[in-house]
């Protein structure tokens, strides 16, 4: 069989356990804090938070499901092929748990950038003078307003190249599965928060138990088709996640505010990996922590193994 040649632009990303990390230390070293307000109860939202749940989604290497625990072990006992199911039905849904459960993470860190990033929406010069019942006033539609606001030069390195394939595997589950779309009036494939509307709705159907658990194709009806790519798509869903929170964090923040940044600035070591640092960790940075530069929060010091 023919192998199938890499992409050369997502041969270029890191992988994403290690992209979830990078993002989940920039977050952790930015510290910021904005003030959200939602009917009325006001509260801080911080970058710490996004940090948490990033770092959670990164760490994350397999949410095992036993088929076993409540099959019937006699008859596995005695019948090979129940034996092979229970195997096979552990494995499949090991691996479609286990992708769930990281997107869920990467959504919840996506919940709080919408709040961290929310009060922007309303400096918007054009949003300013509309009439406060003209004004949107979920968070998730308000990001994506922001977005819509940024530049190509304040958007992720190769950022049209990953969501084109969100938005190709999305729509290979819209047309198998005909779920509905919500809070999309307007919106355009060339718009830069397309993907995120793509995004928003996932989360919803995951929230909201639309989502699929499909069957295991080895033995039920189904495809291997769609298992993997509905795999695919909570993939790619979590990369393009990743990058809307890095363009808004490049716009939207106060600097490095942790206290780890600013100790390590001070330093003066002999060998000037202080140096290192300080020149690389920058917010620049926000805009290829998902691609395999050389800076990495993993050494970040550039110490020579």
Same mark, same amino acid.
């Given at each position: 069989m023919k192998s199938v040649d890499k992409c050369p632009i997502c041969s270029n990303f890191r992988d994403l356990p290690s992209h979830l990390y990078e993002l989940a230390e920039?977050?952790?070293?930015?510290?910021?804090?904005?003030?959200?307000?939602?009917?009325?109860?006001?509260?801080?939202?911080?970058?710490?938070?996004?940090?948490?749940?990033?770092k959670l989604a990164a760490e994350l290497e397999v949410v095992k499901i036993n088929s076993w625990k409540f099959g019937d072990d006699n008859?596995?006992?005695?019948?090979?092929?129940?034996?092979?199911?229970?195997?096979?039905?552990s494995k499949h849904y090991?691996?479609?748990?286990?992708?769930?459960?990281?997107f869920i993470f990467v959504s919840n860190a996506l919940e709080?950038?919408?709040?961290?990033?929310?009060?922007?929406?309303?400096?918007?010069?054009?949003?300013?003078?509309?009439?406060?019942?003209?004004?949107? +006033?979920?968070? #998730? @539609?308000?990001?994506?307003? &922001?977005?819509?606001?940024?530049?190509?030069?304040? /958007?992720?390195l190769n950022f049209e190249h990953s969501i084109s394939n969100l938005t190709a595997t999305f729509d290979y589950y819209q047309s198998i599965f005909k779920?509905?779309?919500?809070?999309?009036?307007?919106?355009?494939?060339t718009d830069h928060s397309y993907g995120l509307h793509l995004v928003r709705n996932l989360r919803n159907y995951v929230a909201h138990g639309i989502f699929p658990i499909l069957d295991n194709p080895e033995y039920w009806s189904g495809t291997e088709i769609s298992r993997n790519?509905?795999?695919?798509?909570?993939?790619?869903?979590? +990369?393009?996640? #990743? @990058?809307?929170?890095?363009? &808004?964090?490049?716009?939207?923040?106060?600097?490095? /505010?942790?206290?780890?940044?600013?100790?390590?600035?001070?330093?003066?070591?002999?060998?000037?990996?202080?140096?290192?640092?300080?020149?690389?960790?920058?917010?620049?940075?926000?805009?290829n922590l998902h691609t395999k530069v050389q800076f990495t929060f993993e050494n970040p010091f550039g110490y020579k193994c």
């Amino acid at each position: 069989m023919k192998s199938v040649d890499k992409c050369p632009i997502c041969s270029n990303f890191r992988d994403l356990p290690s992209h979830l990390y990078e993002l989940a230390e920039f977050c952790r070293f930015l510290d910021n804090r904005n003030e959200y307000e939602r009917h009325d109860v006001k509260r801080m939202v911080e970058t710490k938070v996004i940090s948490d749940w990033l770092k959670l989604a990164a760490e994350l290497e397999v949410v095992k499901i036993n088929s076993w625990k409540f099959g019937d072990d006699n008859a596995a006992m005695y019948c090979r092929p129940i034996a092979d199911e229970y195997d096979s039905n552990s494995k499949h849904y090991t691996a479609y748990s286990t992708a769930l459960t990281r997107f869920i993470f990467v959504s919840n860190a996506l919940e709080e950038l919408y709040r961290f990033v929310d009060g922007y929406y309303l400096l918007i010069p054009s949003i300013a003078k509309l009439d406060e019942r003209k004004k949107l +006033r979920d968070a #998730s @539609l308000r990001a994506t307003v &922001l977005v819509d606001e940024l530049k190509s030069s304040e /958007l992720p390195l190769n950022f049209e190249h990953s969501i084109s394939n969100l938005t190709a595997t999305f729509d290979y589950y819209q047309s198998i599965f005909k779920p509905s779309l919500s809070g999309m009036k307007g919106a355009k494939v060339t718009d830069h928060s397309y993907g995120l509307h793509l995004v928003r709705n996932l989360r919803n159907y995951v929230a909201h138990g639309i989502f699929p658990i499909l069957d295991n194709p080895e033995y039920w009806s189904g495809t291997e088709i769609s298992r993997n790519k509905l795999i695919s798509l909570l993939f790619h869903a979590c +990369r393009a996640s #990743s @990058l809307y929170i890095q363009a &808004l964090l490049f716009k939207y923040n106060a600097g490095f /505010l942790l206290d780890d940044y600013a100790q390590v600035a001070s330093m003066s070591w002999e060998d000037g990996y202080e140096e290192y640092f300080v020149k690389n960790c920058t917010i620049d940075l926000a805009l290829n922590l998902h691609t395999k530069v050389q800076f990495t929060f993993e050494n970040p010091f550039g110490y020579k193994c």
